[in-house]
């Protein structure tokens, strides 16, 4: 079964611009979440996605945003990009039943993004 | 106090030895909890989740899990230097009260140098 995959690898953009960040899960995952990587912060949650619906969301500024599609992929959008913006986004699948125990996540290789 | 704080290392065991990582976390509503492993430059892997008190093995990993002391650790067997990465502790509150959809909370990591 063919893993989690993340477009693009790497990004490099200006402060004041926006990006797009893609992530496809695996095959019948229907769960997708986001974490965003620093050195300083370590991993953070964004939000995750379940069924084209955000059903929860972290402690990011509005800028952050996300969508899910019906065959499950995920895009994050992040707007009026700052500096402290650069980070390793990961993306996340997960069965996800929404039932008892939360089901393990399985991460993408990660879209490295540099705010210049 | 952060919600997950793992042993800040570095660790450094020699080849062949045990390797203890160790965890404890604030939020007595976590239900779930994870070992992943990163190496440099690359996302996280799943190493191992845990639900129950006691332990639970896989191969030479063994995660174990204490709930009263609020405390999960991860041993490694016979230590190689591949095992060489940084090693994430996550937990998860279940899903019940639904702010917890997709959620895991990460320690800052321990990384863990195996010298041959």
């Known amino acids: 079964k063919a893993g989690v995959t993340q477009t693009p690898r790497y990004l490099i953009k200006t402060r004041g611009q926006q990006v797009t960040l893609s992530c496809s899960p695996i095959s019948g995952h229907r769960s997708v979440s986001w974490y965003q990587q620093t050195p300083g912060q370590g991993l953070q949650f964004l939000f995750e996605?379940?069924?084209?619906?955000?059903?929860n969301k972290g402690n990011f500024p509005g800028r952050f945003s996300g969508r899910q599609f019906s065959n499950s992929r995920s895009e994050m959008n992040v707007s009026t990009l700052e500096l402290g913006d650069s980070a390793l986004y990961l993306c996340?699948?997960?069965?996800?039943?929404?039932?008892?125990?939360?089901?393990?996540?399985?991460f993408g290789p990660g879209t490295r993004l540099t705010v210049l | 106090q952060k919600e997950v704080e793992q042993n800040s290392g570095p660790l450094s065991v020699p080849e062949g030895a045990i390797a203890s990582l160790n965890c404890t976390y604030s939020?007595?509503?976590?239900?779930?909890f994870f070992w992943y492993r990163q190496y440099s430059g690359k996302s996280p892997e799943l190493i191992m989740s845990?639900?129950?008190?006691g332990d639970k093995e896989d191969g030479r990993f063994t995660a174990q899990l204490n709930k009263a002391s609020q405390y999960v650790s991860l041993l490694i067997r016979d230590s190689q230097p591949s095992d060489s990465a940084t090693y994430l502790c996550a937990g998860a509150r279940s899903y019940a009260g639904g702010t917890s959809y997709g959620k895991l909370t990460f320690g800052q990591g321990t990384i863990l140098t195996v010298h041959p």
């Open positions: 996605y379940f069924s084209e619906t955000q059903r």
């Open positions: 939020d007595r509503g976590s239900q779930s």
């Open positions: 996340a699948s997960s069965a996800s039943s929404g039932r008892g125990l939360i089901d393990e996540q399985f």
């Open positions: 845990i639900y129950s008190n």
